[in-house]
């Protein structure tokens, strides 16, 4: 049965996953195209081309890799035995060496003439010019072939440049999707109906009526298995360049004028060009970097980063970032953006906190002196909104005590919430870029990131401890309370 809403490409389509026997294929990549298989989200003539470097047989490929390691990450409610063999039908292995561009000849037999081939580049960031290069010289990459990037796409500015020079040597903007997969979140999405399908919101969304914003993106989980790659990376470029501000942008930026791809990433870019740079000075005062120490998370003990499997005894890897941010615009002068992001820490969330301007004047002597309406955005683990207000106290007198309106997103609507990953590849097959960051984006984003870290460097800054558990080190609390604000959870 085919979805009357699923896509209707005229061409078969190839999905192309280099790095098909990798983590993210395993943890995302494939539960994710599995869950659009089973709701008829695939095009009816669909393959899907696994690349490795391994020695395997299609057969190998089917057991060893998605039975093992893929399935288990598929929710064992949305599994149906009968579903899942049909979706290993559509799987081919291809042994692949990127570096040997007789390999990719092996590719170019195993794609079908006149399909619409998706490369999904799930490789280091290393292999992607070289890539993109055999396949051109392989001869297939046409006008109707979409690449789609994963990040980190560069470290700093200049290798973001060489990424998106290289591959735009052999594809044209419109043809590459760079994800971001908080762009692909159903919260991340429903910001800009909240934003721009409320009129209420929109003569308040803007200084002076908004005093401060805080976006914190809260982990408890430590570097796991990942400390080869993050502990040259870092909580700033894994984070902060590009979800926090994507985040950012969502909540910052003007209405666009359509939903259309361009539209939406104009407006966007703005934001990031409106970002201020930060001076040395700046830095130093208004950013903190951190690093888990030993602790407990949940109740369970946990080990601090520098006891981390592959972590060097002296690193100075951040995995906890605080900064404060400025627009600077009309609609954002002198509105602090503080952002947030670390792993270890006490609770998982993904929140926006809009804090509104204090009460001009209050003519009810009990109540608080300087209240000021808090509007808070529940990105994840729930979905929900809250706005903070006063209310009289039941009773006599005019005692005032906050309450909050609160929507519960998750039970006003009970749908199938898609994972990020799964509405992303479903974009990328019916050809929609507006959750996919244009090249101007991501340069703007590294363009702001790049100076911190050279400030960092310059400033000799070791990253202060904090203990897992907790929300960070008390640099993060004195942040805000410099300017008499508070994360969420200590106000
Ligand atoms: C990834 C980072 O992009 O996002 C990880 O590389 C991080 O370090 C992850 O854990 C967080 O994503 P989510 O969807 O779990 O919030």
């Known amino acids: 049965m085919t979805n009357p809403t699923s896509p209707t490409n005229e061409r078969p389509l190839d999905m192309i996953i280099f790095g098909g026997g990798g983590d993210l294929a395993a943890r995302k990549l494939l539960p994710a195209l599995y869950m659009a298989h089973t709701h008829c989200n695939l095009p009816a003539d669909t393959r899907i081309l696994a690349i490795g470097r391994k020695d395997w047989t299609r057969e190998d490929y089917l057991k060893n890799f998605m039975e093992k390691q893929s399935r288990p990450f598929i929710d064992a409610n949305a599994f149906d035995a009968q579903q899942w063999d049909k979706f290993l039908a559509l799987f081919d292995y291809v042994r692949v060496d990127v570096e040997n561009p007789e390999d990719f000849k092996r590719l170019a037999e195993a794609s079908r003439d006149g399909a619409q081939r998706v490369f999904y580049l799930s490789t280091s960031p290393e292999l992607f010019t070289t890539i993109c290069d055999n396949l051109a010289a392989a001869g297939i990459v046409d006008d109707h072939a979409r690449v789609v ?17 290289a591959v735009g040597k052999r594809f044209k903007e419109e043809q590459i999707y ?77 209405p666009p004028v359509s939903l259309d791809p361009d539209a939406v990433r104009d407006e966007k870019l703005k934001v990031l060009k409106s970002l201020r740079p930060m001076s040395v000075a700046d830095i130093a005062r208004d950013t903190v970097r951190g690093q888990y120490a030993a602790g407990a998370v949940g109740g369970e003990p946990v080990k601090g980063y520098l006891q981390e499997e ?39 969330k993904s929140e926006i906190v809009i804090d509104f301007a204090d009460l001009p004047f209050s003519i009810i002597p009990s109540g608080p002196r300087n209240y000021g309406n808090r509007l ?39 749908q199938r919430r898609a994972e990020a990953y799964e509405r992303l590849l479903i974009d990328v097959i019916r050809g929609r870029l507006t959750h996919f960051m244009r090249r101007d984006e991501l340069e703007a984003a590294w363009a702001w990131v790049e100076p911190i870290l050279n400030g960092w460097k310059e400033l000799g800054d070791k990253p202060r401890g904090y203990t897992a558990g907790t929300f960070g080190p008390a640099a993060s609390s004195a942040l805000m309370a410099r300017e008499n604000l508070a994360w969420a959870e200590e106000a």
């Open 376 to 414: 808070i955005i529940t990105l994840q683990p729930e979905e929900s909104i809250q706005l903070q207000m006063l209310a009289k106290e039941p009773g006599s007198g005019m005692q005032m005590l906050p309450v909050n309106l609160n929507l519960d997103l998750q039970q006003a609507m009970t």
């Open 149 to 165: 990037l994963e990040k980190p796409l560069g470290h700093d500015l200049a290798s973001a440049r060489a990424i998106n020079d």
């Open 310 to 348: 592959n972590v060097p005894a002296d690193s100075r890897a951040e995995t906890f970032v605080a900064l404060r941010a400025h627009i600077n615009n009309w609609r954002w002068a002198n509105v602090p953006f503080f952002l947030r992001t670390g792993k270890r820490m006490q609770t998982r």
């Open 178 to 254: 760079r994800i971001d997969h908080y762009l692909g979140k159903e919260t991340v999405q429903n910001l800009m109906v909240l934003r721009f399908g409320n009129a209420i919101f929109g003569p308040l969304w803007q200084a002076p009526y908004i005093k401060s914003v805080q976006i914190t993106v809260s982990e408890t989980v430590g570097v796991g298995s990942r400390a080869g790659f993050y502990d040259h990376t870092g909580a700033l470029r894994d984070m902060v360049q590009n979800h926090l501000l994507q985040l950012l942008c969502i909540v910052a930026m003007e």
